[in-house]
């Protein structure tokens, strides 16, 4: 074995040079296992300064995980070199510590991938359990849910105090734990989603709202006030609801500012903290109420001037009863031949006339937005007269008045037909907002959605966009009042 003494020429002496090959192949393998050996040392001392990094989650007092994408790339690469070291021919001698520590390098992805999806899971969580109200209608999922937050504090205790990761990953039964804690979070999510299912079957509008939405107003059973800014996403028209002292509901507003009294008080209370049970008879007492105030406008239209009559009823009732009449008047003007026809012409264009004289005084606000709608309506109405006139139309069975969207009152309902299509009005609340101007396109595009909705069928409007697609089927849910929800699937 050569020492400090040993000299090149004693080397020589040696006679060594018939052995060199041997020599080298030695060296070269020893270099390697060497070599290999400091990658080793390295990678474990890599892990050495490295922590966790957490920060306090709201105001809980418990800590999350935070910015673990350099941990997560580091472990990625050194499991990626550990495996290729594994597969040398000169790691004999290093064989168990090599295996070894893949071992724990896997064995620490394993839990940090349990770890972020408990973490994941409880951060969506833990603001709906931490509601009284909801662990009160989900006592089995809220009993669940206490264990996994007492395994995740206790985790997290012991990683804030001892934040290397090698340490932390390293916990008594941490992986276990975690993995535990993420079959009872499933369990809990299966109870969560069949919950939401149930409440959602209750009152369909809760379809169109994601989880999160009708969490939170699930989550508001002690105080019916507090679910008024969610209104809007169940209801077109209601922005804010009425409350007497004792929590009965009398009145709707719009967002607008409109107010509709309730035809009878809904009371919330009789729902014992069950929204949905409410909500829905919001819905049901929306309907009647915007039916006997159509009703009672109709009665009326016929006894007030008209000049009168447009200022003092809601915008979409004014809408609604014009259409009414209209529709009859024209039915009564064909009858009567062309003269008629003619003649009731005229007196749209003077109807027309007194609503713009109108418009040009001093409104207040409500006043201007329905006029503002029905001045857009008596033109069309106005201009499928002079239309039918034109045409020289002598017959109510005409296809020109046919094809345009009319109004019955039926057996104390309000029917819309176009051409064969038979539609009851809906009654759904829409507040008090303006209308689009009617073109022969928004016309056909009726006939074609009216006949598609009346056989219970989709339509399917195409064109370039931004040509007003979505704007014609929104206001032939106005035209009659029917909920519409978009939804931008791009």
Known sequence: TPDSGISLRKMLKFN??????????????????????????????????????TVVYRDTGVSILTSIDDIQTNLDDQIVKTQTMRGSPFIKPFEARIKAWEERLLKIQDTLDEWLK??????????????????????EEGRLFQQVDRNWKDVMKNTVRNPKVLAATSQQGIFEKLRDSNALLDQIMKGLNAYLEKK??????????????????????????RVQPHLKKCFEGIAKLQFLDNLDIVAMFSSEGEKVAMSQPVSTSAARGAVEKWLLQVQDVMIVSVKDVIQEARDAYTVDPRIRWV???????????????????????????????????????????????????????????????????DVHAKDTVQDLVDKGVSSDNDFNWLCQLRYYWEEENVISRIINATVKYQYEYLGN??????????????????????????????????????????????????????????
């Open 200 to 225: 959602r079957l209750f009152f369909p509008r809760f379809f169109f709202l994601s989880n999160d939405e009708i969490l939170e107003i699930l989550s508001e059973t002690k105080d019916p006030t």
């Open 433 to 490: 907002t303006g209308r689009l101007v009617i073109t022969p396109l928004t016309d056909r595009c009726y006939r074609t959605l009216v006949g598609a909705f009346y056989l219970n069928l989709g339509g399917a409007p195409e064109g370039p966009a931004g040509t007003g697609k979505t704007e014609t089927v929104k206001d032939l849910a106005k035209a009659l009042a029917v909920q519409c929800v978009v939804f931008n699937c791009s």
């Open 118 to 139: 408990v973490q994941a899971q409880w951060l969506y969580l833990e603001p709906i359990f931490s509601s009284e109200d909801i662990l009160q209608q989900m006592p």
């Open 16 to 53: 060594l040079e018939p052995y060199l090959e041997d020599m080298e192949a030695v060296s070269a393998g020893a270099s390697k296992e060497f070599s290999l050996e400091k990658a080793m040392q390295k990678m474990e001392d890599d892990w050495d300064p490295i922590v966790f990094n």
């Open 311 to 377: 200022r003092e009823w809601p915008g979409q009732v004014v809408i609604c009863v014009n259409q009414i009449y209209w529709t009859a008047e024209v039915h009564e003007a064909i009858r009567s031949g062309p003269q008629g026809v003619k003649e009731y012409h005229e007196k749209l264009q003077s109807q027309l006339a007194d609503i713009v004289e109108l418009v040009r005084g001093k409104l207040p606000k409500q006043t201007r937005v329905t006029l503002g709608a029905l001045v857009v309506i």
